[in-house]
């Protein structure tokens, strides 16, 4: 995984790192010249040894005395310390060379320097010898106090530079961060409002698209709730109908009902269970999509018995199909809203028993926790359990099917809310050949922490 660094302090890397550069690059170009002025120096003392050698020569001294330097017309003239660390002359006429001594124990020795000159009485060689002791405390003062002062010119723009970036970024950062405050701090209520000054233009732009991209958002999910709330009370009445006359139907005399096992009382049974699943997802839909969530009533309620029941009123999903079913329960009280209970419930069994042809399902409750896990047995479709008939799996020859497939689409993904706007714990992991569920409620009568 690669490793996020903020932009604050990777901006920050860059300019030090830069500024180090032009610092440490301007450092060694000062210490550059400092050392071409001393060589300079030495080039125009050298110069005034030759002119003054010369002068000498004319007044006819024989050996002119030059201090430390000395002047010859070959380079074999030279003292022998100097021909050694240069053992060839200089090519180039006013040019100096230098040549530092190394002794045995690798410290430096003497520093020797030389030129060729050109004269009017022909080409004439100058060296001079310097070592450490040979230097005035005049001048080793004046090249530390140098240095001292390249040294502290170093440091003092080093130091200027890192302020002046810290300063730089606080005041890039300041903007940055009120951009970030407000846009946590947008919701429904203040989307509204005008747009504060982040300072930049382009942060301004940046506010004003997520203000445009959060309003389109709010709008859509404004839109959504407005058709699940109107979808909802509308689909109450003709669902409230349906089960109205399927209750009549039902109650009618035996001479006028019509017989058990014949096609029109499999059709009233198929739209029976269909209106009823139509019932319960209408009431999780109209409830989840309530514009503030709702406190449910709750009571005592017994888990077991209350699993017992919600498994009897799905049995008919499991009629004519190859399934076991296993369902074990132990007594549990909990302080909960039976509605929300049901709703939760009804969706997990209904679509265990829905979407298992052929194969096993085992629900278990062990107090407030529920497991259920339905496997479908791979010769599920050549025992005849995954003929082409609907979930019910009841439809009599030559009836229309209807396929119902909430189960695994629509009646999980309303579990997943249902589950996490009350604050139970909610599994549901695929397995091979089936799914495996785990839910565990939570106590509306315990504190939550």
């Not at 989307?191 to 997520?210: G, H, K």
């Not at 997802?281 to 005592?300: A, F, G, M, Q, V």
């Not at 050949?433 to 106590?443: A, E, K, M, P, W």
Request: charged share 20%; net charge neutral; aromatic share 6%.
């Amino acid at each position: 995984m690669i490793r996020q660094i903020r932009l604050k302090r990777q901006l920050a890397a860059i300019l030090l790192t830069l500024g180090a550069l032009l610092v440490g690059g301007y450092s060694l170009l000062a210490a550059h010249y400092f050392k071409l002025g001393m060589d300079s120096t030495m080039v125009g003392a050298m110069e005034q040894a030759v002119h003054q050698h010369i002068r000498q020569r004319a007044g006819g001294t024989a050996e002119p005395d030059l201090g430390a330097f000395t002047v010859t017309s070959t380079w074999q003239q030279q003292p022998r310390q100097i021909r050694s660390l240069l053992p060839q002359p200089p090519q180039q006429e006013t040019r100096l060379v230098t040549s530092r001594e190394t002794k045995p124990n690798g410290r430096r020795g003497r520093l020797v320097f030389a030129m060729r000159f050109p004269t009017a009485e022909g080409t004439l060689f100058v060296s001079h010898t310097l070592t450490r002791q040979q230097m005035s405390s005049l001048v080793h003062r004046t090249i530390r106090d140098n240095l001292t002062s390249l040294l502290l010119i170093s440091l003092s723009t080093a130091v200027a530079l890192a302020l002046a970036i810290w300063l730089l970024l606080r005041q890039l950062s300041k903007p940055v961060t009120r951009l970030g405050r407000w846009a946590r701090d947008l919701e429904s209520a203040n989307l509204q409002d005008p747009l504060p000054d982040f300072r930049y233009p382009e942060l301004n732009e940046l506010a004003s698209l997520v203000r445009d991209s959060l309003s389109s958002q709010q709008d859509s999910l404004e839109r959504e709730h407005r058709f699940l709330r109107h979808s909802s009370h509308e689909l109450r009445t003709p669902i409230s109908v349906m089960r109205s006359g399927i209750e009549l139907i039902r109650s009618l005399p035996p001479e006028q009902a019509p017989a058990a096992r014949s096609v029109l009382a499999s059709i009233i049974d198929r739209l029976d269970r269909a209106s009823l699943n139509m019932k319960h997802l209408t009431e999780t839909l109209l409830w989840l999509s309530r514009d503030e969530p709702i406190d449910l009533p709750t009571r005592p309620i017994a888990l077991d018995r209350l699993v017992q029941d919600i498994v009897e009123e799905h049995r008919y999903l499991l009629r004519d199909k190859d399934v076991a079913l296993s369902v074990t329960t132990s007594p549990a009280t909990l302080e909960q809203s039976e509605v929300a209970l049901r709703m939760v419930l009804g969706n997990l069994i209904r679509n265990a028993f829905q979407h298992t042809w052929a194969g096993d399902v085992t629900l278990r409750q062990q107090g407030k926790t529920i497991f259920i896990d339905n496997l479908q047995r791979a010769n599920g479709q050549e025992d005849g359990s995954g003929d082409s008939q609907d979930a019910d799996n009841d439809a009599p020859a030559g009836y229309p099917d209807t396929v119902d497939d909430l189960g695994f689409g629509l009646g999980l993904e309303l579990t997943a809310q249902l589950t996490e706007r009350l604050g139970w714990h909610y599994h549901n992991r695929p397995v091979p050949g089936g799914h495996y569920v785990q839910l565990t409620l939570v106590d509306a009568a315990e504190p939550h922490g």
